[in-house]
């Protein structure tokens, strides 16, 4: 047991495990940007640096390449706090580097955070407009919304990551039972009628009997989106009621059942808060003669539901709003509509770790170089002194 | 490594397992309904004329939404519905046979052809004009497998746009209401429009191509979409836009009916080659390498624009027919220009297609 533990200890302190996973981290950095011209900033952030293996599709089978951010920043953290707590002895001399690595594992330890709880998403606003939620940029949602109420919508959200080829769905508040017949993560729809050699439509209800869906590859180019597609059938107590097709390309469709009204849309994946965004003004210019923007805001006015908040922010570029643990940044406007704006809604409750970080490395190195600058500079005149 | 090392490896690969992992699980929440969108399919601003009508007892009028211009629902017992809808759209939208199967298939009934369309459809006068009605039953129970379902469905033609009425639902609710219909038709009146047609002697695609909003494509919901404009020849009429399109018209002459489509797709959608690969395959041409697709396109330049042009002669399955088109690629979304349909058709608009090209406008 006691070898054990010997080995335990001697593993995780080992300045060649620092080395290793240093040269590995590096190496990461360097094929993550090789991949980064095939799959884009979003999908190497996740297949290599937030995950714990890279896997590779290598034939259509996920082959481990490398190990992925997680593994090695989970082990560089590790590392460092079990040799801190080994070798390192609490000193004056030693004070800055104990501060610095301190500052070294709250960055570590707020990159894992980031990675675990930050979302991103946008929201689009025409002037206005009035909006208490977001969207994700990056997931989508088949949307089973209740409409019968004339004033509120009970909607059932189901992410699209459930939805895979034969999946069925089943939710206590939904009086059907939702069966994936097929998911095309990005399908291009055609209309039927320009498609004339094009395969029967799995669809029996609503526009899909009128649309083509055909598969796409992903693409992870930064200026194109993936639209998915799915036919979904829903089967009732007493039957099949039907397959729809549902795409982000397509409006709400729509269908009663036992009196109510429903709705099926396929949609970015939204995130609902307790307060009103509204846009008043987007006001934005431009370098002359050009389209590039020189600097542009929104003037918004922010309502919470109880009424406690009501008031008018101006948000710009480097001037956010930040509010109830949301950050709303100016992100882009569209260029063809000169009366909208897209801002970017961030969660990230650990957002201050990093800044925090580099303060610690800060002083942390200061006081480092400061005590061997005064010991030098004693030496120097003891030295003098005895001259 | 020794063994022991290897397991310390991993017990801390497991710990590390829980971070980082998205569970994707079914929520379900209750929203305030949203505002519907403040962008009309087709303009029922300006020079639209104006609907005036009486509703029949028992007919509860709803919000007019983007595309309807008046709407009601009807509850019979049972929890029976039924749905009256009043739209209007320019032109003749693609004629009364296309206009009668889009409603035939709705309640899954097979389509008409041209010699039975007169036997189904009879003519009526009423104080706001000159009507055709047609009044259709499911053959099967296609509501919740149970109800059939009937339309009954009313259109008048005015020069430049024409207007429907459908009454749809529950079969044995839309027959009690068949006399309230008539009473509704007959308490119609349409007023002038106030502002005249525009002066630019075509149609200009101001009215609809800024209603895209509509989740027509992705290239519209985004940030870096253009707005592309375009004047139409006054002799091309123009339809319903759909889910996907961004213009679309209609094309007559005595060879039949054209279609022209202009859609567009985020990034190169493809690309040039797959696309015009794509067109061929519509009209069962084979397809051909890049090479050949080099040799069987030429561009045409309007301003900065660069149109692909092709012009290909194939079949369908109803006859010979004609595709010429025109691929325009912009920085971060293409746009397809296609003019399809009968041979003499297409030839006879080839010029216009051309001309067309030329006043295509992106800002």
Redesign the interface.
């Known amino acids: 047991m006691r070898?054990?533990i010997k080995?335990?200890v001697e593993?995780?302190v080992s300045l060649k495990l620092t080395v290793v996973l240093l040269a590995l981290s590096a190496l990461m950095v360097f094929f993550a940007t090789l991949d980064q011209t095939q799959l884009g900033v979003w999908g190497i952030q996740h297949k290599w640096f937030?995950?714990?293996i890279v896997l590779q599709n290598i034939k259509g089978l996920p082959i481990p390449i490398f190990p992925g951010g997680?593994?090695l920043g989970?082990?560089l953290l590790?590392n460092l706090v079990s040799a801190h707590i080994y070798r390192f002895k609490l000193s004056w001399k030693k004070s800055g580097i104990f501060i610095t690595h301190a500052g070294l594992i709250v960055l570590l330890v707020g990159e894992?955070l980031s990675?675990?709880v930050q979302r991103e998403s946008t929201m689009k606003l025409?002037e206005?407009d009035?909006k208490?939620?977001s969207e994700s940029t990056h997931y989508n949602e088949l949307a089973i919304i209740d409409?019968t109420d004339?004033?509120?919508?009970?909607?059932?959200?189901?992410?699209d990551?459930?939805l895979t080829n034969d999946a069925s769905?089943q939710?206590a508040?939904l009086p059907f039972r939702v069966v994936v017949k097929a998911f095309y993560p990005n399908a291009?729809?055609?209309?039927r009628?320009?498609?004339?050699?094009a395969p029967d439509s799995l669809a029996t209800m609503g526009?899909g009997?009128?649309?083509v869906a055909t598969p796409?590859p992903l693409?992870y180019?930064e200026?194109?989106?993936n639209?998915p597609a799915a036919f979904i059938e829903l089967i009732?107590r007493?039957?099949?009621?039907g397959t729809y097709l549902v795409s982000?390309?397509?409006?709400p469709q729509s269908f009663?059942?036992?009196?109510k009204k429903w709705q099926l849309v396929f949609r970015p994946e939204r995130y609902?808060t307790h307060y009103t965004v509204t846009l008043e003004k987007f006001s934005h210019d431009r370098y002359a003669g050009t389209d590039i923007a020189k600097n542009f805001s929104s003037k918004v006015r922010l309502q919470t539901d109880d009424g406690h908040t009501d008031r008018e922010v101006l948000i710009y570029m480097n001037n956010p709003l930040r509010f109830d643990g949301l950050t709303y940044y100016q992100a882009?406007?569209?260029?063809?509509?000169e009366h909208n704006t897209?801002l970017q809604v961030v969660k990230n409750p650990s957002w201050i770790l990093p800044y925090v970080a580099c303060a610690m490395l800060f002083t942390g190195l200061i006081i480092q170089f400061g005590i061997s600058l005064i010991a030098f500079a004693s030496k120097r005149r003891r030295q003098n002194a005895h001259a | 490594m020794s063994t022991h090392r290897l397991q310390f490896l991993l017990a801390t690969l497991t710990l590390l397992t829980f971070a980082g992992c998205r569970d994707p699980k079914i929520t379900s929440y209750r929203v305030r309904k949203e505002a519907p969108p403040k962008m009309p399919l087709v303009s029922s601003e300006g020079n639209a004329p104006q609907l005036h009508f009486k509703a029949p007892n028992g007919w509860s009028e709803q919000p007019a939404g983007s595309v309807r211009v008046a709407s009601f629902a009807i509850s019979g017992t049972d929890g029976r519905k039924a749905d009256m809808s009043v739209t209007q759209f320019p032109g003749d939208v693609g004629g009364d046979l296309a206009n009668v199967n889009r409603w035939r298939g709705q309640i899954q009934l097979a389509p008409l052809n041209e010699a039975d369309l007169p036997k189904e459809v009879h003519e009526q006068d009423f104080p706001a004009g000159h009507f055709s009605l047609i009044d259709m039953v499911s053959d099967k129970p296609v509501i919740e497998g149970k109800y059939h379902s009937r339309i009954l469905g009313a259109w008048l033609k005015q020069p430049d746009r024409t207007w429907f009425f459908k009454l749809s639902g529950d079969a044995d609710l839309v027959a009690a209401q068949k006399s309230a219909f008539e009473d509704f038709l007959k308490s119609l009146t349409i007023s002038a429009p106030t502002v005249t047609d525009s002066a630019l002697g075509g149609t200009t695609n101001s009215d609809v191509s800024t209603s895209s909003g509509v989740a027509a494509s992705g290239a519209d919901t985004g940030a870096g979409a253009h707005t592309v404009t375009w004047i139409a020849p006054t002799t091309w009429s123009a339809k319903p836009l759909g889910a996907m399109r961004k213009g679309s018209f209609s094309v007559h002459s005595d060879g039949g009916e054209a279609d022209l489509s202009i859609i567009s797709f985020p990034g190169d959608a493809g690309g040039v080659a797959e696309n015009l690969n794509r067109w061929r395959g519509q009209i069962q041409l084979a397809t051909l390498d890049a090479a050949a697709l080099a040799a069987s396109s030429s561009t045409i330049a309007n301003g900065n624009l660069r149109f692909t042009v092709v012009d290909y002669s194939g079949t369908t399955a109803s006859g010979p027919t004609r595709l010429i088109g025109a691929i325009l690629p912009l920085d971060n979304e293409t746009y397809f220009f296609k003019l399809m349909g009968p041979e003499s058709t297409v030839s006879q608009n080839k010029q216009a297609f051309m001309d067309f090209l030329k006043t295509v406008q992106v800002r």
């Open positions: 070898n054990v080995s335990f593993f995780f937030q995950s714990l997680y593994f989970g082990l590790i894992l990675g675990v025409d206005g009035t208490n939620y409409a004339p004033e509120f919508d009970n909607v059932v959200a189901i992410p990551a459930l769905l939710y508040k291009f729809l055609q209309m009628n320009q498609v004339p050699n526009v009997t009128q649309v796409m693409t180019k200026n194109e989106a639209e009732g007493e039957g099949p009621l982000t390309q397509l409006r009663e059942l036992e009196g609902y882009s406007f569209d260029p063809s509509n897209v």
